[in-house]
């Protein structure tokens, strides 16, 4: 089944902000630069995604984000 789209923000920087996968995200899904999470997770389990953020100026910043797929 289809991931619904989710879009991750970020705030405390200068805009506009690029995101990247630093880890852990299931086969059949992707995100986009512009902080779009979305696709088919083609395997179940509990995930732990660490996305780095990184703004106009180059400051970066990492959270980690819990999906399961059932």
């Known amino acids: 089944t289809a991931y619904n789209p989710q879009q991750l923000n970020a ?11 630093v880890s852990g995200l299931p086969g059949g899904m992707s995100l986009s ?5 979305s696709g088919t997770p083609t395997v179940k ?4 995604i660490t996305v780095m953020a990184t703004d106009a100026l ?13």
């Open 45 to 48: 389990g509990a995930f732990r």
């Open 58 to 70: 180059g400051s970066q910043g990492c959270l980690v984000y819990a999906l399961s797929v059932l």
């Open 33 to 37: 630069s512009a902080g779009v999470l």
């Open 11 to 21: 705030s405390g920087g200068t805009g506009p902000y690029s995101f990247t996968v």
